[in-house]
């Protein structure tokens, strides 16, 4: 009789490799804040993109046999396209508004897609996602505050970073299904180099071996995050991990007032918060709409 191979449901391993993920991605964020002040965002973005192209290496061969086609072809270039105007506002934020504010801000992505996947990609929207959904964008209310603060450059760029990474994932979303992961992520960082080229070169300015050295560092670090991140999915489900990047809130707003001398602000961990609570919740619907499936789906979208 065959053995069955039974998915690997390691809870502990999963939690750990998630903190990981999450210690890497406070890593970014750091060094970026420490080296915005001194580079061009649009440098500083191609520079950490540029310098982390050594990492594709082990990556070079599934790449080179993947023989994509003229429309796979354009839609990479689209999401690298996307994904390099992201890149450039998520630098320019950095560099303006509180480290903590960033971290809470990025968590919208999610919640784009899940409304973008229903705009352009036939998602239903239950009303309990729906619900998640607004309590989401109430919790981006409490952050910004509008009517009582002045609404920042650097919290508007956030904005717009949350749209420009949810398209980006959308369109990887339906990449994935057509070439395997290697060759996604690969594609991504070659076509968002490529396309901050034009920008680095408009703004460009000497950077310092420092400054190259520190960006190299960026990349090492978000390439181990992403490798981390992919584990913690492999050993539970993302019912289990979601809530632990939390975490990565926390250890923000401990970076900046340790070492940035930002104040802890209460509004963005209570909004931050909001948003987290509602994004594990429509991560945890999806788990159960996927449980609910009894026939299998030969094609799955891959996570």
Avoid at 37 to 57: D, K, M, N, S
Avoid at 68 to 85: E, K, N, T
Avoid at 147 to 174: D, E, N, T
Avoid at 260 to 288: C, H, K, Q
Wanted: hydrophobic fraction near 60%; include cysteine.
């Amino acid at each position: 009789m065959a053995e069955v191979s039974l998915p690997v449901n390691r809870p502990l391993a999963g939690v750990a490799w998630m903190l990981a993920a999450g210690l890497c991605f406070v890593g970014v964020n750091g060094i970026v804040k420490y080296v915005g002040h001194g580079i061009p965002a649009a440098e500083a973005a191609f520079l950490r993109y540029a310098l982390g192209l050594v990492f594709l290496l082990p990556m070079l061969r599934p790449l080179m046999n993947a023989q994509l086609s003229r429309r796979a072809l354009a839609l990479f270039s689209l999401r690298g396209l996307v994904h390099a105007l992201g890149v450039i506002l998520w630098f320019y934020a950095m560099a303006r508004i509180p480290i903590a504010e960033v971290t809470a801000m990025n968590y919208l992505s999610p919640v784009y897609v899940t409304i973008g996947a229903a705009l352009f990609l036939g998602e239903k929207l239950a009303a309990r996602r729906i619900g998640a959904v607004i309590a989401a964008l109430l919790g981006v209310l409490v952050i910004l505050r509008p009517g009582i603060q002045q609404i920042s450059h650097g919290q508007m760029a956030m904005l717009a970073v949350a749209v420009f990474f949810a398209a980006s994932y959308l369109i990887a979303k339906r990449m994935s299904d057509e070439v395997s992961p290697p060759v996604v992520v690969a594609m991504l960082s070659i076509t968002v180099t490529i396309g901050l080229a034009p920008f680095a070169i408009a703004v460009w300015e000497p950077p310092s071996l420092s400054e190259m050295g520190w960006l190299l560092l960026v990349a090492g670090f978000a390439t181990a995050g992403h490798l981390a991140m992919t584990q913690a999915f492999r050993m539970a489900p993302v019912t289990v991990t979601q809530p632990v990047t939390f975490l990565q809130l926390i250890w923000a707003t401990l970076l900046g007032v340790f070492l940035f001398n930002e104040p802890a602000d209460a509004y963005v961990m209570l909004g931050g918060g909001i948003i987290i609570a509602a994004v594990s919740f429509i991560t945890w619907r999806e788990a159960v709409v996927r449980r609910r499936q009894v026939t299998p789906v030969v094609n799955e979208m891959k996570g």
